[in-house]
């Protein structure tokens, strides 16, 4: 339930500054990529989703898997007659 509380805080906040709603997710989205990139030193691998009807917000990180790749042709080069 902490994320609808914390929607809920904005909602109010952008009422108080008379933002538009839709523009609201925009704001949160960006928000969280921003702290992300100033903790992390990047952020392009990460995604942020915002629901505020629903009062959710998802973070992704995408990571590619280097090590699965590299066994997958590791096996077919040993394959290899």
Request: negative net charge; charged residues 25%; proline residues 0%.
């Given at each position: 339930m902490i994320n609808r509380d914390l929607i809920d805080i904005f909602i109010e906040l952008a009422r108080e500054k008379n933002i538009e709603r839709s523009e609201l997710g925009t704001i949160i989205e960006d928000l969280f990529l921003f702290i992300i990139d100033k903790e992390t030193g990047d952020s392009e691998n990460c995604s942020v989703?915002?629901?505020?009807?629903?009062?959710?917000?998802?973070?992704?990180?995408?990571?590619?898997?280097?090590?699965?790749?590299?066994?997958?042709?590791?096996?077919?080069?040993?394959r290899e007659p």
């Open positions: 989703i915002v629901n505020l009807d629903k009062g959710e917000i998802e973070i992704y990180v995408e990571k590619k898997l280097l090590i699965m790749s590299m066994t997958i042709i590791l096996i077919l080069l040993l």
